[in-house]
Every structure is written in structure tokens, then in C-alpha cells.
């Protein structure tokens, strides 16, 4: 059974950058499209971003477009979101997420393996 967990999460003023991490465990991110998610409190989980099977092409989400990028290092079986100039409103739940031979889509329903998620917070 495929496993991910994310990790990088934190507490970071407005301006600031962090790196998310999620790394794979049983399952080869290079056979899986991947997609990772937010969730602010109360409300529905959102896409973010996504990297396409097979040839990891990019697609973020209007509101981080300019601001995140993601990226896999398939040597360390791990995907990455970069994410800078944070702003309050992105701050949520974040999860990654796997699709086998997927599109890195906006769908969430899709993906068959989850994380956990990784708090980040963005201070005014």
C-alpha cells in the first residue's frame, strides 16, 4: 500500500517562503500523476498545483500562479511545492496526493493516495 507524507509546514509572515515536501513510500512517483491540495478552515479542499504523467508537466491554480512552482526529484521519490511571496489566504491544510498514470488534474476524486497534510499558516 502507497504511502505519503508530507512535511516543510510552518508559521511564516506574509512575504515569506517555505518548501513543501512529500515523499513517497511503496509506490514509484514516476508511474503517478501528482496533485497537491489546500484546505482553509472551514472551507473545501482546493487544487494548488500538479505534475502530469509522464513527463511532469506543471499546472498551479490561478491564485498561486507567479508564486509556487512544483517539482519531483524521482531519485528521492519526493515532490516539492515552492512556494513564495505567502499571503495570508494561503493559509490552510496542504496535501499531496497520487494518481496513477494521472494528469495532475484539479479533480480531487482521482487520486487514490493521500497524505496527511502539513499546516501552513501565513501571518499578516
Known amino acids: 500500500q502507497g504511502r505519503l507524507v508530507e512535511s516543510g509546514g510552518g508559521l511564516v509572515q506574509a512575504g515569506g517562503s517555505l518548501r513543501l515536501s512529500c515523499a513517497a513510500s511503496?509506490?514509484?512517483?514516476?508511474?503517478?500523476?501528482m496533485g497537491w491540495f489546500r484546505q482553509p478552515l472551514g472551507k473545501e479542499r482546493e487544487f494548488v498545483a500538479g505534475l502530469r504523467w509522464p513527463d511532469a508537466l506543471e499546472s498551479v491554480s490561478d491564485s498561486v500562479k507567479g508564486r509556487f512552482t512544483v517539482s519531483r526529484d524521482l531519485g528521492k521519490n519526493t515532490m516539492y511545492l515552492q512556494m513564495n511571496n505567502l499571503r495570508p489566504d494561503d493559509t490552510g491544510v496542504y496535501y499531496c496526493?497520487?494518481?496513477?498514470?494521472?494528469?495532475?488534474?484539479?479533480?480531487?476524486?482521482?487520486?487514490?493516495?493521500w497524505g496527511q497534510g502539513t499546516q501552513v499558516t501565513v501571518s499578516s
Open positions: 496526493a497520487a494518481e496513477l498514470y494521472g494528469t495532475g488534474q484539479q479533480n480531487s476524486r482521482y487520486y487514490e493516495y
Open positions: 511503496a509506490i514509484a512517483l514516476a508511474d503517478y500523476g
